[in-house]
């Protein structure tokens, strides 16, 4: 079997049998704003870096896009309009440096993007927004980013992805750093979006000023990384211009970076007052939180039967680190007793699967019930071999044709209520 077709070239006859063999296998629905040869063939190129075999890569690759075609429906990213950086949260409040898309690229056709990251600070972000709405604020990036590459490819007739250049000078570590490192956080959100959601989108990311101690992090990262990490992940000190212009025009390399281009310009990231971080507002809220845990290895479900619209909101803090989601599946019950544990891949996704630490901000969201049938509100431990999760919650339903509140337990009963948020 051939090997991936290089960036900066049309599929070749094998690639697009490939990307016909692999929209055969899948069972979801492709939206017309993502179904392009390209899209299906990142899937593949991901999928040839673990198999050999050509039907182990067809497989693999089907469940993958699979996957991600359930992540894009439960988050409504096949919407026309994505917003851009100027129009996405986690750059408006500048949680994290920007540096734009420019229209040049490297001589593989592949964009290129340059950001300076001395300004970012982890804990701004974790003790700022939900985990939740990080990586919503996320997956808005990375479409944004996927829509301007199907710009490029549909320009080009030509594979395209992402030349990301990273400044790391001025870059310094902290205790919360390492710990965001050694928890796997880091790793999670690289598995999440670079290998599971959007492989071979942003590729190569090219480090460049590193210090001697961001090797100590960059290898317990990569032991936690699917095959592929170093060669898409690559360390450079600071004697990089001749690597990065073996294949970029020293014209299209920034000034701060030894090039000629003084127009390319970046926006630093703010760091958070400690007093502006987030904090309880609601302590009868808090009050009210039914306690359960959830074991390792083991999850917990909170069944909803519904009959008729109803909207679903919910509170809860953790004490570390939880899978949660929201599934959908046909023909409501009056029992909320599962005999054996449900397929949740043979379910709906209605509220994206995520890793969840609700420590420092605890989560809060909702979701409309406007279908007949079952919700699965699923607590998942199951990453965890030793330690289990405490979690903190509070269901509140209210049904819109009676305007009346009721509070959902965790044992899936519920009770009159009044509005508690």
């Not at 949740?344 to 996704?349: F, K, R, T, V």
């Amino acid at each position: 079997m051939t090997r991936h077709s290089p960036f900066g070239l049309p599929l070749t006859d094998e690639a697009k049998q490939m990307v016909n063999d692999v929209r055969l296998k899948i069972g979801q629905p492709i939206h017309p704003n993502f179904n392009t040869d390209f899209n299906v063939y990142r899937f593949i190129m991901a999928a040839e870096r673990t198999h050999k075999k050509e039907r182990d890569v067809i497989k693999h690759a089907a469940l993958a896009l699979n996957n991600h075609l359930r992540y894009r429906k439960a988050l409504n990213l096949d919407v026309e309009h994505i917003p851009s950086f100027d129009g996405n949260p986690i750059f408006q409040k500048r949680l994290m440096p920007r540096g734009e898309i420019l229209e040049k690229t490297d001589n593989q056709n592949r964009l290129l993007w340059y950001i300076e990251y001395a300004t970012i600070t982890v804990e701004s972000i974790a003790h700022s927004i939900r985990s939740s709405e990080a990586c919503k604020f996320q997956f808005l990036q990375f479409e944004y980013m996927l829509r301007k590459v199907m710009e490029q490819e549909e320009r080009t007739g030509c594979l395209s992805s992402l030349r990301h250049i990273v400044n790391m000078d001025g870059y310094e570590i902290n205790p919360f750093t390492m710990v965001f490192v050694t928890s796997g956080t880091l790793a999670y959100y690289s598995q999440l979006f670079h290998f599971e959601n959007y492989p071979e989108l942003v590729t190569p990311v090219d480090m460049v000023n590193i210090a001697k101690w961001i090797h100590v992090p960059y290898k317990i990262a990569k032991a936690m990384m699917p095959t592929g990490f170093s060669e898409k992940f690559r360390l450079h000190d600071r004697h990089f211009i001749e690597t990065l212009t073996e294949d970029i025009n020293i014209d299209d390399i920034p000034v701060s970076l030894g090039g000629n281009d003084a127009e390319i310009t970046f926006t630093g990231a703010i760091k958070i007052d400690p007093n502006n971080y987030w904090r309880v507002d609601n302590a009868d809220l808090i009050d009210a939180l039914e306690g359960f845990h959830v074991g390792a290895r083991k999850n917990r479900h909170v069944v909803v039967n519904v009959t008729s619209a109803k909207d679903l909101k919910w509170y809860f803090s953790t004490d570390g680190d939880i899978y949660f989601g929201i599934f959908f599946e046909g023909d409501a019950t009056n029992n909320n007793v599962e005999e054996n544990e449900p397929n949740l891949d043979s379910m709906e996704m209605v509220y994206p699967w995520l890793k969840i630490t609700a420590k420092l901000v605890h989560e809060i969201d909702g979701i409309s019930m406007n279908r007949i049938g079952k919700y699965h509100i699923v607590f998942c431990n199951k990453h965890s071999w030793i330690h289990r999760r405490c979690v903190q919650f509070y269901g509140q339903i209210h049904d819109n044709a009676e305007n009346t509140f009721k509070r959902l337990y965790t044992d899936g009963t519920m009770s009159n209520a009044e509005k508690m948020f």
